[in-house]
């Protein structure tokens, strides 16, 4: 039987408590909108649908504290610009600790919330949307106003 010394097995049990308490901090953060899906449409200047073509951090070694842009093809614009559909543009502002869900991968389809900055660029400005039916047939009635539609998100 292997002896270890009793300092030793204190120092490595506050370690692991220490590990295991900082990765439920880090996964169970929860995160709730504050604005429902009328103030935030109201906010961007473009909604669109697209796919996450490819990704720049803007640090590599510093990834996981940035925010970073994304090359996105645009499927469908659902509000402003219908010139951008079926291009190409970067959208900034992905992986902000400051919006819920802002995290994206390459082939990832969502529903882009965003705002116009300068030389034409688009920042990411709420939550991202995931791709489904009753996410767009909310959209649209948010934009076109209906009524009878549900706006909570």
Not at 3 to 16: G, R, V
Not at 21 to 40: W, Y
Not at 78 to 104: F, P, T, Y
Request: proline residues 3%; contains cysteine.
């Amino acid at each position: 039987m292997i002896k270890i010394p009793i300092c030793n097995m204190i120092y490595y049990t506050i370690f692991l408590i220490f590990m295991l308490g900082f990765k439920s901090l880090a996964s169970g953060r929860s995160c709730e909108e504050t604005e429902t899906l009328n103030q935030r449409e109201e906010r961007a200047d473009v909604i669109f649908t697209g796919t996450v073509q490819r990704i720049y951090r803007k640090s590599p070694t510093r990834s996981f504290t940035l925010d970073y842009n994304a090359m996105v093809f645009v499927k469908r614009v659902l509000k402003g610009d219908k010139k951008l559909q079926n291009n190409a543009v970067v959208v900034s502002g992905l992986g902000n600790r400051l919006i819920c869900h802002s995290v994206v991968k390459e082939r990832d389809t969502r529903i882009f919330l965003v705002s116009r900055i300068e030389d034409g660029f688009l920042r990411l400005n709420s939550s991202l949307l995931r791709m489904s039916i009753p996410h767009l047939d909310i959209l649209e009635a948010v934009i076109k106003e209906y009524p009878s539609k549900s706006l909570e998100s």
